[in-house]
C-alpha cells in the first residue's frame, strides 16, 4: 500500500494526536460521561488507521507492530479476568465485585473498580480492531508479492 | 419524534435496497453507510448517546475498511438472471415475509406503546444504581457492574475474532 500526497500527510499528522487524545479522554470520563471502553477504544484504533492509510506501509514495520498490538490485546483481557476474579478475593467473594471504595459521584477519581475495567477494556477493543486492520493489510502485501 | 423515527427507518430501508441492488460495488458500501448513520440518528432522537457514539465510530472504521477493500477489487457485482430455482426462492421468501408480518402484527398488540412502559428488570437499576455503583454513567454501571459477565463475553468475542482472522490471514508461517 503506497502513501498519500504531502497534504494529507499534513494534516494527519496534525490530526492524529488530537484523535488520540480523545478516545484516552472517552476512555478515561468513561464513568461520567457518555462513552467508555468500547468507543474510545475504537477512536484510538481509529487514529493508527489514520496514520497507517495515510504514510503507506513502508512507514511502519507492520509485522513489528502487529506482533506488538497482539500481545496488548492478551494481556489486557488477561488483566480484565484478573480484575473480576479479584472480586472472589475481597468482601463478599462475587465475581465482579466491586470492591474498591466509591469516592463521591461526578468525581474523576470514584465508582471504585469501574474505570480500571474501562481502561484495560479500552486497549483490548484497540488493539483488536488495529490488529485485525493490520492483517488485512499484511495479507495484501504478501499475497501482491 | 416517531414521525422522524418513522422516515429516518423509511431513508435506512431504502439503502440498504440500493445497496443489494447497486452494481458498482463502491455505491453498495455508501448506501450501506446511510443504514448506519441513520441508526446513530436513531439512537440521538431516543436519547442513547453511549449507543449512538459507539455505532458512529464501528461505522466509520467499518466503511474505511471496506472502501478500501473494494476500490482494491474489480467493483464490478457480476450479475445473472434468477432461473426457474431462483424463481422458487423468490416465492417462498416472499410468502415467509408474509407470515413473519402477521405473528409480528400479533405480538406487537400484546405489547406496551413505543417507549413507555419499562421492563420489570429495569426499574431497580435506574433507581439504586448511582448508589450501588457510585458512577454518574448508568450505562457503565449497568455494562460494568450488573452485567459484568456479558461484557466480559463480548470482549472475548472480540479476542475470538481476531484469533481467527490471524489464522486465515497467514500466507507465510511465523518462525
Given amino acids: 500500500m503506497k502513501g498519500m500526497t504531502i497534504i494529507v500527510k499534513k494534516t494527519t499528522q496534525l490530526i492524529a494526536g488530537m484523535v488520540f487524545l480523545y478516545g484516552i479522554y472517552v476512555i478515561i470520563h468513561g464513568h461520567l460521561t457518555p462513552g467508555g471502553g468500547f468507543a474510545g477504544g475504537v477512536i484510538l484504533a481509529g487514529s493508527f488507521i489514520l496514520l497507517i492509510l495515510s504514510f503507506g506501509s513502508d512507514f511502519i514495520r507492520l509485522t513489528k507492530e502487529e506482533a506488538g498490538s497482539t500481545l496488548y490485546e492478551n494481556l489486557a483481557i488477561l488483566v480484565v479476568i484478573v480484575l473480576a476474579v479479584s472480586g472472589l478475593l475481597f468482601g463478599t467473594r462475587i465475581f465482579f465485585l466491586n470492591w474498591l471504595p466509591k469516592g463521591t459521584v461526578g468525581e474523576l477519581v470514584s465508582a471504585g473498580i469501574l474505570p480500571l475495567y474501562n481502561i484495560f477494556v479500552g486497549i483490548e477493543v484497540a488493539a483488536s480492531i488495529l490488529t485485525i486492520f493490520l492483517a488485512l493489510v499484511i495479507f495484501k502485501e504478501e499475497s501482491s508479492q | ?175
Fill in chain 2, 1 to 175: 419524534m416517531e414521525i422522524a423515527i418513522s422516515i429516518i427507518t423509511g431513508l435506512m430501508i431504502v439503502g440498504a435496497l440500493y445497496a443489494i441492488h447497486a452494481r458498482d460495488l463502491l455505491s453498495a458500501v455508501i448506501a450501506c453507510g446511510i443504514v448506519g448513520y441513520g441508526l446513530v440518528i436513531c439512537f440521538l432522537l431516543l436519547k442513547a448517546p453511549d449507543l449512538a457514539i459507539v455505532q458512529i465510530v464501528v461505522d466509520t472504521i467499518t466503511l474505511i475498511i471496506m472502501v478500501a477493500v473494494v476500490l482494491d477489487s474489480s467493483r464490478e457485482e457480476p450479475f445473472s438472471k434468477p432461473d426457474a430455482q431462483g424463481y422458487i426462492s423468490i416465492a417462498t421468501s416472499i410468502l415467509l415475509i408474509v407470515v413473519l408480518f402477521y405473528f409480528f402484527k400479533i405480538a406487537t398488540e400484546s405489547l406496551d406503546a413505543f417507549g413507555s412502559g419499562s421492563l420489570r428488570m429495569a426499574g431497580p437499576y435506574i433507581e439504586g444504581a448511582t448508589e450501588k455503583t457510585g458512577s454518574a454513567n448508568l450505562v457503565t454501571g449497568v455494562v460494568f457492574d450488573f452485567r459484568g459477565y456479558d461484557t466480559l463475553g463480548e470482549a472475548t468475542v472480540l479476542v475470538t475474532a481476531v484469533l481467527g482472522v490471524l489464522t486465515i490471514l497467514r500466507i507465510k508461517g511465523k518462525k
